[in-house]
């Protein structure tokens, strides 16, 4: 069938988009008044006052509103290098600020969360990220918690993550003294450069529960927080590829949490705000805990641990790993910029200047890597990634 519109439809297309345009640029400069400028021209809202609660007065509000423990800010915060308070927003909500417009972040956007190179409702680490922050700043702001910490560690915990999931750990530890800990390298490497309080480190550095516990009870809520996250909309997006039903699931999973993600994150976000009203400590009502760590095993057993997991994750780890070893034997190949001091090849520093720039890397831009500098065989790349766009 062919569509096509006549010639006095295409002429009124023609006036109404230019009637737009000209709409549009009429708004340049906004609504002039007396003494201010208006986005809209009828506009009429304001906050009814004229006091302003600049960061001095927030926090001293912040007193009689935050738990006993949570985590208080204070003028610029503990930093590595000092730097002056902002006027309005608090050392924590700049922390936020920056974790948002940081580079780092936005490639979360391009990194594998489960499925490498997911379709277009798959979760990718930006999205997990940014479901670990809803489900952490929930539980923060009913247990009287610094909501802006909590978010800034939430959106901030899997910047160290390479492309290709969790398999880019195994992949770069070899090359690093200690291993490559996602969280550590986030905290310690990739977030360096701005400068972040460090109790915003603390949590990013220790939001897996393998590390040590982290030392504010925001971070631990987003340890908590990741995790329920992940459990349940790794599943969901299981679900949806067709790997796993719902009908699967273990009883305890079902008849406890139900089988849809809102069911499951109520249960879930529930049972940590009830426990902690019931003790005074971050955790889980027991029961709930169990059905968390069933559902966790589940997903382990029939997502993460499947053939076609195992053989994306040997591949993501063969990719990487010919990408570092070729950097690190050819480091004038890497950027010019200032990340990176100039090494001797194969030297200790251009090891990790090449982990360095590779973990930093989306997994499309590892797999066009690999194809234009190695002449990577397109057949040994993890399924799902499109080389042709």
């Not at 912040?62 to 423990?69: F, Q, S």
């Not at 400590?281 to 195992?310: C, H, K, T, W």
């Not at 990408?323 to 050819?330: G, P, W």
């Amino acid at each position: 069938m062919t569509y096509r519109i006549d010639m006095a439809e295409e002429d009124s297309a023609q006036f109404d988009h230019s009637k737009r345009s000209r709409d549009w640029a009429a708004t340049m400069a906004g609504h002039l008044t007396s003494d201010i400028r208006l986005a809209h021209a009828d506009s009429w809202a304001g906050p009814g006052s004229t006091d302003i609660a600049d960061r001095f007065a927030r926090e001293n509000a912040d007193e009689g509103i935050l738990a006993p423990l949570a985590t208080r800010a204070t003028a610029s915060g503990t930093r590595a290098i000092d730097e002056q308070p902002d006027e309005y927003r608090t050392c924590f909500e700049r922390d936020r600020d920056r974790i948002l417009h940081a580079s780092a972040f936005r490639r979360l956007s391009g990194k594998t969360q489960v499925f490498v190179f997911p379709h277009d409702h798959q979760r990718t680490r930006l999205t997990h990220a940014l479901e670990v922050a809803q489900v952490a700043v929930s539980v923060a702001r009913a247990l009287r918690l610094n909501v802006a910490l909590t978010e800034a560690i939430a959106l901030g915990h899997d910047c160290g993550h390479g492309p290709g999931g969790h398999a880019s750990e195994d992949a770069l530890s070899p090359y690093i003294d200690g291993g490559y800990d996602h969280a550590v390298w986030g905290s310690d490497v990739v977030l360096v450069s701005l400068n972040l309080c460090t109790q915003t480190l603390d949590g990013i550095r220790n939001h897996s529960w393998s590390r040590p516990a982290p030392s504010t009870p925001e971070g631990e809520v987003v340890s908590w927080a990741d995790r329920i996250a992940y459990v349940c909309h790794d599943f969901e997006d299981a679900v949806a590829a067709g790997v796993v039903t719902p009908q699967q699931l273990p009883d305890l999973v079902r008849t406890r949490c139900g089988v849809s993600r809102a069911q499951q994150l109520r249960t879930f976000i529930h049972s940590m705000i009830q426990a902690s009203a019931a003790t005074g400590r971050i955790g889980m009502v027991p029961d709930i805990a169990d059905a968390l760590a069933a559902f966790r095993q589940f997903n382990y057993d029939q997502v993460y641990l499947r053939a076609e997991s195992q053989a994306q994750a040997q591949a993501v780890i063969d990719l990487l790993r010919s990408l570092v070893d070729h950097f690190a034997s050819h480091p004038r190949d890497l950027p010019l910029v200032s990340d990176f001091a100039p090494a001797d090849p194969g030297s200790t520093l251009a090891v990790r200047n090449a982990v360095t720039y590779v973990g930093g890397m989306t997994d499309r831009f590892a797999c066009r890597q690999a194809i234009t500098l190695l002449q990577y065989d397109i057949s040994k790349l993890p399924q799902g990634i499109d080389t042709s766009i």
